[in-house]
T-cell receptor
C-alpha cells in the first residue's frame, strides 16, 4: 500500500471549515484513500473513503485530485468535539489497515 | 449490537506474567485484528484474522499469540509480559479484510502496564 504524508498538526477555529491535506504520490490505481480519526484515548473511528470521485457523508467531504496524488478531508463546520488525530491511509482490496502518524487537529473556540 | 467489546479495560502485570486480552464482536464480521498504540505514537498492527481458524502476523507480532476458534472472538495472549509491552491495545473488526467497502470498527481499548 502507498505511503501517505500528512502535516503533524493543524489548528482550526470552531465553526470554520477544517481542511486536512494528505499526499499519496505513489498511490496505485486500485488503492482507495481512507480517513479515520482518533479522539483522545478512544479507538479509531472511520470517517470516509474514496477512489477517484469526491465523496461526502454526514461527517465530512473528501476531495481527491484528478491525478490522485493528493486529497483533502473537509470538516465543514468544525466543533470542539472534532479535536482528534486524523489518519489518511491508502488501501487496496484486502489490504491491511496500517496507520501512520496522522495530523493532530486542534479546534479552538 | 454491542459492537466490538474488549476486556479488561485496565490491567497491570509483572514482568514474566502471562495474560489474555479478550475481544468479541457481535456483528458477524469475518475480519478481526489487534493493534497496539504506544504513548504519542500511531497504531501498529500485531496480528489479524480473516476468519475462524485463520490468523496471520502484522507489523509487530513478537511476544504475542492469537487464535480464532469462533467468528465472534479473537483473544490476544501475552506469554511472558515485558515492560516493552506496556501499551494500549485495540481490537477491530470488519466484514472482510480492509477492502474498499469494509469499514473497520474499533473497540474501546485495553490499557496494559507491565512493571
Amino acid at each position: 500500500d502507498a505511503k501517505t504524508t500528512q502535516p503533524t498538526s493543524m489548528d482550526c477555529a470552531e465553526g470554520r471549515a477544517a481542511n486536512l491535506p494528505c499526499n499519496h504520490s505513489t498511490i496505485s490505481g486500485n488503492e482507495y484513500v481512507y480517513w479515520y480519526r482518533q479522539i483522545h484515548s478512544q479507538g479509531p473511528q472511520y470517517i470516509i473513503h474514496g477512489l477517484k470521485n469526491n465523496e461526502t457523508n454526514e461527517m465530512a467531504s473528501l476531495i481527491i485530485t484528478e491525478d490522485r496524488k493528493s486529497s483533502t478531508l473537509i470538516l465543514p463546520h468544525a466543533t470542539l468535539r472534532d479535536t482528534a488525530v486524523y489518519y489518511c491511509i491508502a488501501l487496496n482490496q484486502g489490504g491491511k489497515l496500517i496507520f501512520g502518524q496522522g495530523t493532530e487537529l486542534s479546534v479552538k473556540p | 449490537n454491542a459492537g466490538v467489546t474488549q476486556t479488561p479495560k485496565f490491567q497491570v502485570l509483572k514482568t514474566g506474567q502471562s495474560m489474555t486480552l479478550q475481544c468479541a464482536q457481535d456483528m458477524n464480521h469475518e475480519y478481526m485484528s489487534w493493534y497496539r498504540q504506544d504513548p504519542g505514537m500511531g497504531l501498529r498492527l500485531i496480528h489479524y484474522s480473516v476468519g475462524a481458524g485463520i490468523t496471520d502476523q502484522g507489523e509487530v507480532p513478537n511476544g504475542y499469540n492469537v487464535s480464532r476458534s469462533t467468528t465472534e472472538d479473537f483473544p490476544l495472549r501475552l506469554l511472558s509480559a515485558a515492560p516493552s509491552q506496556t501499551s494500549v491495545y485495540f481490537c477491530a473488526s470488519s466484514y472482510w479484510g480492509t477492502g474498499a467497502t469494509d469499514t473497520q470498527y474499533f473497540g474501546p481499548g485495553t490499557r496494559l502496564t507491565v512493571l
